[in-house]
């Protein structure tokens, strides 16, 4: 059996959620790989602004020391609430050239113009979407919740953005259920549910 990589299964959910995305609303998605090439995080906000992408949505999957941790759990930009945020943040910068050093005043900045309550209102209906679509199907789904950190990859975004860490690859029924085709569709139709919910919240504001 080859090796279960982060990379091809977060791939092959964004191509899901694309593909749902573009069938259910009149939208265009852009996806920052659409191959197994990697994208430094800098670059992929860089590319959404570029292409002046209404939303950003980052995909992940978790990793904690201890196999019995599960669970979904979706992030917005900000300064982190508590540890395990600011461990989640750790591990996803990790592949960053800045340095923490470098976080404080780039954030100090991007305080001023970042969409933070549009990026919180988007996370909490991208979490409740996933929950509901997950929850219908399989047992034992847990809430994580959603959560602030300083993640370099949604640094400088001119739009609401999320990061959506979809499940533990250190536990083992979340490691099955990742690999599997019709999880990653419910995971998907949770995203779709969630940024539906969020466009429609923006059309009654607008209107009201």
């Known amino acids: 059996e080859g090796q279960i990589v ?4 977060t791939l092959a959910l964004a191509q899901i959620v694309e593909k749902k995305v573009e069938e259910k609303f009149d939208i265009d998605v852009i996806l920052t790989r659409d191959k197994d090439v990697f994208v430094p995080l800098e670059k992929r906000t860089a590319f959404a602004n570029v292409n002046k992408a209404d939303l950003f949505i980052s995909l992940h999957i978790n990793a904690h020391k201890q196999p019995e941790v599960h669970g979904f759990e979706t992030y917005f930009l900000n300064m ?3 540890e395990r945020a600011v461990l989640v943040a750790a ?3 990790a592949t960053s050239e800045k340095s923490i050093s470098d ?3 780039i954030l100090n900045d991007l305080m001023l113009n970042t969409k933070i309550s549009e990026s919180s209102k988007l996370a909490y209906e ?3 979407g996933v929950l509901g679509q997950v929850k219908r199907k399989y047992e034992d789904v847990k809430d994580l919740g959603v959560k602030q950190a ?3 990859v949604l640094i400088g975004a001119e739009m609401p953005a999320i990061l959506v860490e979809t499940g533990f690859m250190t536990n083992s029924v979340e490691r099955k259920r990742l690999q599997n ?3 990653l569709e419910t995971l998907a139709d949770g995203i779709v549910a969630g940024v539906e919910r969020y466009m429609k919240s923006l059309a009654k504001s607008t209107r009201g």
């Open 150 to 152: 300083p993640f370099y």
């Open 6 to 9: 982060e990379k091809d299964i």
């Open 103 to 105: 976080l404080q005043s």
């Open 126 to 128: 991208v979490q409740r």
């Open 91 to 93: 591990r996803e910068n």
């Open 181 to 183: 085709q019709k999880y």
């Open 80 to 82: 982190a609430t508590d």
